[in-house]
């Protein structure tokens, strides 16, 4: 079935490191591609999104890029700040025929000052 | 707009007893979703319901759990009686159908449901 796959976390960096987190996709159509940002006692929020082959989406530093051909859509920041410390998810969605949002697992980041 | 409303913020209980979680969508948003997140199952789709009527429960994990939406602004999920592996954060979303692609859902700030 549809499903969604993300780098196993902890990922832990020093400040103004750069961040790769890898996600990975399966899926029947094309969906639109998101990753979603859970601060510590917070819902989850949209952090960006992209949703046909080969859009970038960019929100707060964070860069991904939709790769078809590769079926994955990598999370990505220049420089990560502490405040950047918080739970990362990869999702899909608008498959054909399916209401729902396929959430990853999620990413835990931890930044070091 | 105030977003998606949760309450309550923490709920602490003994076991047996009944507790309601409750949410208010966005408005006019006409899908709602209920989840659980635990440490060890990660974010859990428990049911969802379109123009308030639920779609899918499958995600429900036994009778003892049961989810209402009377309207389209107020959703419960109510489990009964609770257990201490019942223990969770509990997230209401929501979603506009035709912009679902687009925006996804937006989250509640959560239950945080603890059964002693």
């Known amino acids: 079935g549809d499903s969604v796959t993300q780098m196993e976390g902890p990922v832990t960096l020093s400040e103004e490191a750069f961040l790769t987190i890898n996600c990975t996709y399966t899926?029947?159509?094309?969906?639109?591609l998101f990753w979603y940002v859970q601060y510590p006692g917070e819902g989850l929020q949209l952090l960006l999104k992209?949703?046909?082959?080969?859009d970038k989406g960019s929100n707060k530093g964070f860069e991904a890029t939709y790769r078809k051909e590769t079926t994955s859509f990598h999370l990505e920041k220049g420089s990560v700040q502490v405040s950047d410390s918080a739970v990362y998810f990869c999702?899909?969605?608008?498959?054909?025929?399916?209401?729902?949002?396929?959430f990853g697992k999620g990413t835990r980041l931890h930044i070091l000052p | 707009d105030a977003g998606v409303i949760q309450s309550p913020r923490h709920e602490v209980t003994e076991m047996g007893q009944e507790v309601t979680l409750r949410c208010k969508p966005i408005?006019?948003?006409?899908?709602l979703f209920w989840y659980r997140q635990t440490m060890m199952r990660g974010l859990e789709l428990l049911i969802y319901?379109?123009?308030?009527?639920?779609?899918?429960d499958s995600g429900m994990p036994e009778d003892r759990f049961s989810a209402k939406m009377p309207n389209a602004s107020f959703s419960t999920l109510k489990i009964q009686p609770s257990e201490p592996r019942d223990s969770a954060v509990y997230f209401c979303?929501?979603?506009?159908?035709?912009?679902?692609?687009?925006?996804?859902?937006?989250f509640g700030s959560g239950t945080r449901l603890t059964v002693v």
């Open positions: 979303a929501s979603s506009l159908d035709r912009a679902r692609p687009t925006y996804g859902y937006t």
């Open positions: 899926a029947t159509g094309y969906p639109s």
């Open positions: 992209a949703t046909k082959a080969d």
């Open positions: 999702a899909l969605s608008g498959l054909a025929g399916d209401d729902k949002i396929i």
């Open positions: 408005s006019g948003h006409d899908y």
């Open positions: 319901f379109n123009n308030n009527v639920p779609i899918d």
